[in-house]
């Protein structure tokens, strides 16, 4: 079974960049479709973007096209967020997992997430 840890969160004020990061441990990182996902106060839990396996293909949720950038490094079981131009409604806890690509769904165990905070 896939262990994740997430880091890379903060607070930066609206505007800024973040770059997240979610290193797996066991099972074989190279084969999996990662995705994020996050959940904001008083919200459920949302999808934010995916990648599969070899790091060509992306889907990213509307709100975040053109500000989020997803990205893989298999040799170091490591997926990637890179945020910019966060607004205060990104604020929120931060998820990676396994995912199903075409339909965004979760398959995997999630891990602690990473706190995200943007100020106005």
């Known amino acids: 079974q896939v262990q994740l840890v997430e880091s890379g969160g903060g607070l930066v004020q609206a505007g800024g960049s973040l770059r997240l990061s979610c290193v797996a441990s066991g099972g074989t990182f190279g084969s999996y479709t990662m995705g994020w996902f996050r959940q904001g106060p008083g919200k459920e839990r949302q999808f934010v973007a995916a990648i599969n396996w070899s790091g060509v293909r992306m889907n990213y949720a509307d709100f975040v096209k053109g500000r989020f950038t997803i990205s893989r490094d298999n040799a170091k079981n490591t997926v990637y967020l890179q945020m910019n131009n966060l607004k205060p409604e990104d604020t929120a806890v931060y998820y990676c997992?396994?995912?199903?690509?075409?339909?965004?769904?979760?398959?995997?165990?999630w891990g602690q997430g990473t706190q995200v905070t943007v100020s106005s």
């Open positions: 997992t396994t995912v199903e690509y075409t339909t965004k769904r979760p398959l995997g165990s």
